[in-house]
């Protein structure tokens, strides 16, 4: 019974294990959070955020710690991060705070948006020179066959495939608004932003919506058409902060004041050119704009230049805890509740129904959810969306295993005395352990995929390349990101393996 007696022990404290683990990351996690030394810019994920977002990080990083907190998904996401405090500034466009973020019907003036973002906490400010509008654009070939070049005549053409990018969807300055103001019928088919262009030039959509600064445009010869009934609002690119900014970080405000002006839409289409025809990365692209060319940097890698690039390592390991921390607080939660779903029958189909409808929320939602609910992005909110999903693996394993012990040896139990608690500690646990065990491997194999949406509000691990990946339709880069966090998933479900067979060695010797 040596065997037996040593899962006891490691039955019985198995709690002194995870819950040091699991306190300590989350403090770490929400210290992380805290600092308050830093100057965090954020920005959203399509590839002039993230050049605006790194050159704001260059400007100011001569004179305070700065991070760029990069692709936090739309302009919900982001702004909520900004309110949150998690964020101390990001770049905006004034048509998308007056339309979208305060939801004007009408433009108002920038002093209006201020005086309104003041009861916030928040201002607007540093016009960066350039006007990025959304337009919607086609092949020029079909524009000059079927003679469109406005927006209004798209309503003669019902069999139009329009393409649109989800947020652009659902922007209430975007596809509702204009559909109403130009009469068109047409059901638009949600596409990401980064695929689009690739979609219109292989002739899978004839219609898509841009952002006037786009450097495919010119490569595959778009017509852009004309807006003949005004209905886009100016798009000026502007910095979006947090009002205690200046007396926080008053070196780097001053610095970031100086970009007044100083982005033409040519240099923002530069930009733009170097990241997604070129091959710079975000950071070469800006550096190369604030050094007037003389320091343009690297071209991105290949495939194994990417695979192995310099941020493999804190990738590995802000993946690895989102994983582990997760797992070990859902253990916390979900073998408790499987044991008391296993012997309450009252209580067993309501909390695997709450299990169940938990695993149903999809992921990017219950993420834009829980920032305002904790106030904050990264770390936190991800780990509290992956300790929800990894619950019902481990409470249903639990409450399973549990309910396999045979009735005899609890009868016997009982008649030699033993506790219910002894029981449970000495009997049913050890024997239901290899089935609870197969619960958390589910749970942990299923988490590091499901991790990598957390690069969606700045938690980091692989998805924050298979996000660049996305944005540029860069499929090395997608990989990079997606093979690392398959070999993890392998090798969990490699190491949970390995574990089983220990236990089922030492059942056998027993």
Same mark, same amino acid.
């Given at each position: ?39 965090? !810019?954020?920005?959203?994920?399509? $590839? ?17 710690? $700065? ?9 919900? !996401? ?71 070049? *406005? ?29 109403? &103001? ?40 778009? &017509? ?17 902060? *947090?009002?205690?900014?200046?007396? *926080? ?12 002006? *100083? ?84 209580? &067993? ?10 695993? $149903? ?15 904050? !992005? ?21 409450? $399973?295993? !549990? ?103 030492? &059942?056998?010797?027993?």
């Amino acid at each position: 019974m040596r065997g037996m007696s040593r899962l006891s022990a490691l039955v019985k404290h198995w709690h002194q294990f995870f819950v040091p683990i699991a306190v300590a990351s989350i403090i770490v996690c929400l210290a992380g959070n805290a600092a308050a030394d830093t100057l965090r !810019i954020g920005s959203k994920r399509f $590839t002039e955020s993230y050049v605006l977002g790194e050159l704001l990080a260059q400007t100011a990083a001569p004179h305070t710690r $700065t991070e760029h907190l990069q692709g936090l998904g739309n302009t919900a !996401i982001v702004f909520a991060a900004l309110k949150a405090g998690s964020i101390d500034i990001y770049p905006e466009y004034l048509g998308t705070i007056d339309l979208e973020i305060l939801k004007h019907r009408v433009p108002a003036s920038l002093a209006q948006i201020n005086r309104e973002l003041a009861q916030l906490g928040l201002g607007a400010t540093v016009r960066l020179g350039f006007n990025n509008t959304y337009a919607l654009a086609m092949r020029a070939g079909d524009s000059t066959q079927r003679s469109i070049t *406005r927006l209004s005549e798209l309503a003669r053409h019902q069999d139009l495939r329009f393409g649109l990018s989800h947020e652009f969807i659902g922007r209430s300055d975007g596809w509702p608004g204009l559909a109403r &103001r130009y009469g068109l019928a047409q059901t638009p088919r949600g596409l990401d932003h980064g695929i689009a262009y690739e979609a219109l030039a292989a002739g899978q959509v004839d219609i898509i919506d841009i952002y006037s600064t786009d450097a495919k445009i010119a490569k595959l010869g778009l &017509r852009v058409l004309r807006d003949d009934l005004d209905y886009f609002p100016r798009y000026d690119a502007l910095l979006l902060y *947090r009002l205690d900014i200046a007396q *926080r970080f008053p070196r780097a405000w001053e610095a970031l004041q100086h970009l007044e002006g *100083r982005i033409t839409e040519t240099d923002m289409i530069a930009m733009n050119a170097a990241v997604e025809l070129n091959g710079q990365s975000f950071a070469a692209a800006a550096r190369g704009f604030l050094t007037q060319g003389r320091d343009a940097g690297e071209q991105r890698a290949g495939l194994f230049g990417k695979l192995f690039g310099d941020d493999l390592w804190r990738l590995t390991r802000q993946h690895l805890a989102l994983v582990l921390i997760s797992i070990a607080v859902a253990a916390l939660a979900g073998i408790p509740l499987g044991i008391v779903a296993a012997f309450k029958p009252g209580l &067993r189909q309501p909390v695997m129904a709450m299990a169940g409808v938990l695993q $149903t929320i999809p992921s990017l939602a219950l993420l834009a959810m829980l920032i305002p609910l904790l106030g904050m !992005i990264g770390a936190v909110p991800a780990l509290v969306a992956l300790c929800l999903y990894a619950l019902l693996p481990i409470v249903r394993n639990t409450c $399973t295993g !549990i309910g396999q012990v045979p009735a005899g040896l609890r009868q016997a139990a009982l008649a030699l005395g033993l506790s219910r608690r002894d029981r449970l500690l000495h009997i049913d646990i050890p024997l239901a352990l290899p089935v609870i065990l197969a619960g958390l491997k589910t749970a942990a194999v299923m988490n590091v995929g499901t991790a990598t949406i957390a690069a969606f509000i700045g938690a980091g691990g692989y998805g924050e390349r298979i996000s660049i990946g996305l944005a540029l339709n860069d499929n090395d880069m997608l990989l990079a990101g997606a093979i690392p966090a398959a070999a993890l998933a392998l090798v969990t479900q490699a190491l949970f393996e390995a574990v089983e067979y220990l236990l089922r060695r030492k &059942r056998s010797k027993a």
